[in-house]
């Protein structure tokens, strides 16, 4: 296996992506406040690169084909729900409090990942690993002065989604035959893309953004395009070399990022001691070792 194929490179890749992805959205909606459009950019953006680089043959991807569509069909579904949680869930809690219940979706989806995909429970180790982002978070929860119920319960919904996202992608992988890892990039992001179409059309105000566009504005838009076909790129090399709950933690860790950054410009967030309930999360997900598949033993 070479570097480009490893795990290394697809986790690094991926932890660099979601970092930098992150800051240029906040950038492009600031400079151009019209989401619905953006995130539509980055999906057929994507679809585009994907065909251009297929042509030129740079890169191989599976061709569109009826039964794989099918099969794909909910994973753009599930994306987009839980994008669309993930909006609701921060407009009435702060980032922090939405850490709470990302940080803990590795206890459910180690027990998924063993009931429906094959591999073991996690070892002693681990599930200390997993119940110390528990601790953590509940640790932070104490913190909360923000508190609404409607925040909770978006978040509850999302974690249920989110769960379920990160086990049926992790099926997709390994149940559909794909000449490529450019072919999962391809499906998904051009069936997420197709009903993105309505929203954008039906709001005004973001048709006027798009029109009233500046040079700085479409630059950000194109860097964050970029990103965007880049990110899903690695996602889903990521999601196949890694189980669902290894992959799950990966995320989390990208997410002290996050809360740095909100920490820096927001004034809604966590105390210190929240602050510290997170890196604790984030040590404990460090000490986490991956599952083996049931029948494999992993050396000492």
């Known amino acids: 296996m070479s570097f480009l194929t490893s795990t290394p490179f697809a986790v690094g890749g991926y932890m660099l992506c979601s970092a930098c992805l992150l800051i240029s959205n906040k950038l492009a909606v600031?400079?151009?406040p019209a989401p619905s459009f953006i995130l539509f950019a980055q999906l057929t953006g994507t679809v585009l690169v994907v065909q251009i680089a297929n042509g030129m043959g740079y890169i191989e991807c599976d061709k569109l084909q009826k039964d794989k569509a099918l099969k794909f069909l909910p994973v753009a579904l599930i994306f987009l729900s839980t994008i669309f949680l993930n909006i609701k869930s921060l407009q009435y809690a702060n980032v922090e409090t939405f850490m709470i219940f990302r940080f803990s979706t590795?206890?459910?989806i180690s027990v998924a990942d063993y009931a429906y995909l094959g591999r073991e429970l996690p070892s002693s180790r681990s599930w200390v690993c997993l119940f110390a982002l528990l601790v953590g978070a509940v640790g932070y929860g104490t913190t909360d002065s923000a508190f609404q119920v409607e925040g909770y319960a978006f978040c509850a919904v999302w974690y249920l989604v989110f769960c379920l996202d990160q086990i049926y992608l992790k099926h997709i992988t390994n149940t559909v035959k794909m000449d490529s890892n450019w072919g999962r990039v391809y499906y998904s992001n051009l069936l997420a893309a197709l009903p993105l179409v309505v929203p954008f059309v039906l709001?005004?105000?973001e048709i006027e953004a798009v029109k009233a566009m500046d040079t700085n504005g479409f630059i950000a838009l194109m860097v964050s395009v970029a990103l965007g076909?880049?990110?899903?790129y690695f996602a889903w090399m990521a999601r196949s070399l890694l189980a669902a709950t290894s992959f799950t933690i990966v995320g989390n860790v990208?997410?002290?990022l996050t809360i740095a950054i909100n920490v820096t410009l927001w004034e809604k967030h966590a105390s210190s001691f929240g602050v510290g309930c997170l890196m604790f999360c984030l040590f404990a997900a460090y000490f986490y070792k991956q599952a083996p598949m049931r029948g494999v033993s992993l050396p000492k």
């Open 254 to 256: 990208c997410k002290i």
């Open 106 to 108: 590795p206890l459910l």
């Open 203 to 205: 709001n005004p105000s």
């Open 229 to 232: 076909a880049a990110m899903s």
């Open 30 to 32: 600031h400079l151009l």
